[in-house]
């Protein structure tokens, strides 16, 4: 089956999956603290906390202070990995749980819930791959990303984690989409912090990425034995028309959604911007080549998430979308296209895993002998699953889903594929549970288990069951 074929409605065969993984492969799920953990009140806030707290932010009025109750449930969730037979789990240490504040010392609350769930994950044996910052900036540090102080913060709770914590992570990945929080968060405010700084929120993405050259260094000088990586959410861009317009604004798109994150972590500078679109980019002008050097850091692996292509054209758009994105975009001189020929995930995302491929041959193209080791460390599709009366949940869509993709990936990299060369090394379901999706609140189920929220009660879906039947069948 062509990867982009329309799911069939028939269950794709584990066996056959099983048998084109590679021996070595990793593949686990992924979570991140503020959408599983709960528990927020006992610890510091984060901006998170705090935008939730405010009417209208959230699409279902939810907020982070129960969502999956993973501080309390831990131990059941880590049994279900352990059923899955999943290799490996990357989860998130919650900054304001360890570091109230973002500053001073680990608190031993914090440190305590993070050494159980590492005891319970190395009693199952799945490696933990941990995320340093997925979104959940302390509150206290005010204006966030915007000032330079933040990353100098992150750096340092980088260095105490990585001190305290040494021992029991096999993958340390210091950011967790860099890109996401600034566009989302900074640019357009349907995210936390809600800024809506359009091209003024471009210090962001300097700032996040110095954070995470200071945080690479604090993690090597606590010599920590674990891989130090980043993870970037990459899509490729195209132009809706062979117009010069938009052809630009695609260019445009491509660079501050993906290569203005990626070229100075793995090449030490800045993309080149075209001259028509330099006066966008001031605010990145000016930025210091020792900076550069701090974010150019030695990586052991890079971190790749995907979901999907992204169509771009001139001109303001007047779209409306299930998280906003669309109205947010309305300054902005370029607006996303919708791609038609692709069937949809519950968030309207197009189903295209053909283009996965493309983003991990784009990755060799551009960074080449620059470009480490690559996890997929995301990737997966909200649908609205329903419980059948016998309690069961049938999810065919999710299953082709993940079907499609994960063999798009080994495709693409396999000898003569389209990504031959990038060095592969494993794949993350996104995500283990049903969660809150941010802004979209509880409207977007992306788990292999799903969730009720009135009662946390966890049930395996099918897709559950047919991810079991292919890690069981692998060639070891
Ligand atoms: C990614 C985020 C992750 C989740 C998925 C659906 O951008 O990293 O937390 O929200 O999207």
Not at 62 to 77: G, L
Not at 178 to 188: D, E, S
């Amino acid at each position: 089956m062509s990867p982009d074929t329309v799911p069939s409605p028939k269950k794709p065969d584990p066996n056959s999956l099983a048998h084109s993984i590679p021996p070595g492969f990793v593949i686990g799920t992924a979570t991140a603290a503020a959408q599983i953990e709960g528990a927020s009140t006992a610890a510091g806030r984060s901006v998170w906390d705090d935008l939730s707290a405010q009417p209208g932010r959230i699409i279902d009025g939810s907020d982070t202070s129960v969502t999956c109750d993973h501080y309390s449930r831990y131990a059941e969730d880590v049994a279900l990995m352990s059923t899955l037979g999943a290799d490996a789990y990357r989860f998130s240490f919650a900054w304001p749980r360890l570091q109230p504040g973002g500053s001073g010392a680990l608190d031993p609350a914090g440190i305590d819930f993070y050494d159980r769930m590492l005891d319970e994950l190395a009693e199952h044996a799945i490696s933990p791959f941990a995320t340093l910052y997925h979104w959940d900036t302390p509150a206290e540090l005010e204006v966030g990303w915007l000032d330079r102080d933040t990353a100098l913060r992150f750096g340092e709770f980088a260095g105490l984690v990585g001190e305290r914590f040494a021992d029991r992570v096999d993958a340390w990945i210091t950011l967790n989409e860099p890109a996401t929080v600034t566009l989302n968060g900074y640019a357009l405010g349907i995210h936390a912090p809600g800024e809506t700084l359009l091209f003024d929120a471009l210090p962001t993405v300097h700032h996040q990425l110095l954070g995470h050259g200071l945080a690479a260094q604090a993690l090597r000088a606590a010599s920590v034995p674990g891989r130090i990586g980043i993870t970037n959410v990459h899509s490729p861009v195209h132009a809706a028309t062979d117009s010069p317009e938009d052809a630009a604004m695609a260019q445009l798109f491509d660079i501050v959604h993906n290569r203005v994150f990626a070229d100075p972590v793995l090449l030490g500078s800045y993309p080149d911007v075209p001259d028509e679109l330099a006066p966008l980019f001031g605010a990145l002008g000016g930025a210091d080549s020792r900076d550069l050097d701090t974010i150019c850091q030695p990586l052991d692996f890079y971190g790749l998430n995907y979901y999907m292509p992204t169509r771009v054209a001139a001109g303001a758009g007047t779209g409306a979308s299930p998280d906003g994105t669309a109205e947010a975009m309305t300054g902005l001189p370029f607006h996303l296209v919708d791609i038609d020929e692709y069937p949809r995930t519950g968030f309207g995302w197009p189903i295209a895993p053909k283009h996965l491929g493309t983003a991990l041959a784009e990755m060799r193209d551009r960074y080449g002998a620059a470009l480490p080791p690559v996890y997929i460390t995301e990737n997966g599709a909200s649908f609205a699953d329903e419980v059948a009366p016998n309690g069961t949940i049938n999810d065919p869509e999710r299953i082709a889903y993940l079907d499609a993709h994960l063999r798009a990936a080994l495709d693409a990299v396999a000898p003569g594929g389209a990504a031959d060369g990038v060095d592969l090394r494993g794949y993350f379901a996104w995500s283990l549970l049903d969660n809150w999706e941010w802004a979209a609140g509880f409207t977007q189920r992306f788990g292999l288990v799903h969730v009720d929220f009135d009662t946390l009660e966890r049930t395996p879906k099918a897709s559950f069951e047919w991810l079991r039947q292919v890690l069981a069948a692998r060639q070891r």
